[in-house]
């Protein structure tokens, strides 16, 4: 099933039986009928508008009378199927409607995203709100982030990240995210994992803008960390990890500047056709007297379009090397064709990073 089968036929009756029960007016079959004329040939985010147009010839006009309808919602709400993983997609247009026609209503819009959130997220729709009016946005947030239901807590996280995946970019949060740091600080030992997991990714987001922010903020929350806070940590550095911070690995328990040597770095052939594996073996030995903590990475620097190439880092391992100790490593890369890459014949580099150092590099091509 395809992400965008979230938002079909069933989603549109789901959403029309949920309406019509808090809202007599509401026309269901002209609703259905919108949604089944056109939706087919649609992608995802096409599907969203679609469904918060047709939403709105079958709601009031006013949209300060949609707010009993919305706030009514929830426990009319049919949430589908369990055994399928795009079901709560359904809800998507009918919280985004909120930043679609009410913009101009922060009073009713908050409460009625706060209420709806959990249905599927208000992520989307409250990033519209904090680029219109960002003091009003968290005065909201500041609110939120002690709230007792976790799908509002991480929201405050989830909803403020600079550069959420299909989110709207946010950009003032991207050039100084200090507004967002004292709703951060609250919620990095929250007692639910789905909300740390959102403030390590809104770091994370953080890292790939301003690094040092991060780094500095890890090492005052390393001092006292709970378990809880050092998973985030960890999670939040993993950009950083990757770009080789120095800085970062000797807060995280790697050892800094490892004594270590790299050899027979071997691929299975030098040669690779898209849709087949990069398959390599190396040696790792340790040249220390003490035991050394390895972040071991591989990198690839693809060919791009102007025939420059361009680094991709890929976790490999991470182990524990006892003095003089040496362990063979394999992987097996696969190269095949992805939506989120384009790839281009040539001459490419594969690298060896330990504890975000390159040791060693060989050259692979690859037929496209």
Known sequence: MLMKDGLDLRAAKRIAKAMAAVYLKFNSAEFIQQIEQKYQPLELKERVELFIESLSQSLPEDFTKCYDIFMQLKPHWDHGDPNDATRSFAAWPVIDFVAAYGLKHPEQSYPMMKSLTELFSAEFAIRHFIVSDTQTALKYLNQW?????????????????????????????????????????????????YVRRSVANHLNDIAKDNPQIVIDLCKTWHKNASKNTQWVIKHACRSLIKSGHNEVFSLLGFTENPKINVEELRLSTEVVNLGEVLEFTFLVTSLANINQHLAIDFVV??????????????????????????????????????????????????????????????????NV
């Open 145 to 193: 982030v002690d709230d007792e239901n976790h799908h509002v807590r991480r929201l405050v996280s989830e909803g403020t990240r600079p550069r959420l995946p299909w989110g709207i970019r946010l950009k003032q949060f991207c050039l100084d995210p200090s507004p967002c740091l004292p709703l951060l600080e609250k919620l990095k030992d929250d007692p639910s994992e």
């Open 301 to 366: 620097h693809h060919v791009k379009a102007n025939g420059k190439l361009a680094p991709k880092v890929f976790k490999l391992k991470e182990l524990t090397l006892a003095a003089g100790q040496s362990i063979e490593l394999n992987k097996k890369h696969p190269i095949k064709a992805i939506t989120t890459r384009k790839y281009y014949a040539g001459e490419h580099q594969l690298d060896i990073q330990i504890n975000g150092q390159v040791i060693t590099s060989t050259k692979f091509v690859l």
